[in-house]
């Protein structure tokens, strides 16, 4: 953004562009989950370029299909009753690379369909909080263990034996540096553990 600009927006007071295409966070503008405008940041976190997202589904910046199925419903229900949601969650580059990010969301439609229109920010977390890849069963048993299942419930649940369950709870706190369940959902995200999209 140029000084002409900057300072025009200084002059009138008119800031809402000077901050969408200047905020140190992501911002994207959706409709059903389709994105119809963000801002630089959001690109660069991204790794696109400039209006190569406008208009492509959220579905692009997921690591596959069903992970974008999976989060389809989530938040609907805060966005609906409080209007606010939040979440931190694992989200792919253009490159293919996996991030962390935390995600904020806003709707401009809540009463009927809370994802028909909405704003949302998201801020890249990588600095502080690598990427670590699970495997798919490791992420189905940090899952439930974050809702709270015992191991034996666990097991019940997969279809596996307690031990396995054991086993990978055991990689999961070696490849965090953690000893216990409770210290493993805090490394994983630092926030509570229904706040977490697991992978």
Not at 155 to 179: C, M, W, Y
Request: proline content about 5%.
């Amino acid at each position: 953004m140029g000084k002409i600009r900057i300072d025009d927006a200084y002059a009138s007071g008119d800031f809402a562009g000077l901050v969408f295409e200047n905020a140190p966070v992501g911002l994207v503008v959706t409709e059903s989950r389709v994105i119809r405008a963000c801002n630089p940041e959001f690109e660069r976190m991204f790794g696109y370029d400039s209006g190569e997202l406008t208009d492509q589904s959220f579905e692009v910046l997921y690591s596959s299909r069903d992970e974008f199925v999976k989060i389809r419903d989530r938040g609907v229900a805060d966005l609906r009753t409080t209007n606010t949601y939040w979440d931190e969650r694992v989200m792919a580059r253009k490159d293919g690379s996996l991030f962390w990010c935390r995600t904020r969301g806003h709707s401009l439609t809540p009463e009927n369909d809370p994802l028909g229109r909405a704003v949302w920010s998201f801020a890249d977390l990588s600095g502080h909080r690598p990427y670590q890849p699970l495997t798919k069963r490791e992420g189905e048993v940090v899952n439930l263990l974050a809702e709270g299942l015992t191991s034996k419930e666990i097991a019940r649940a997969l279809d596996i034996s307690p031990r396995t369950v054991e086993v990978h709870r055991a990689n999961l706190q070696k490849k965090f540096g953690v000893t216990n369940t409770n210290a493993l959902l805090h490394a994983m995200s630092g926030v509570p553990p229904e706040r977490i999209v697991g992978r």
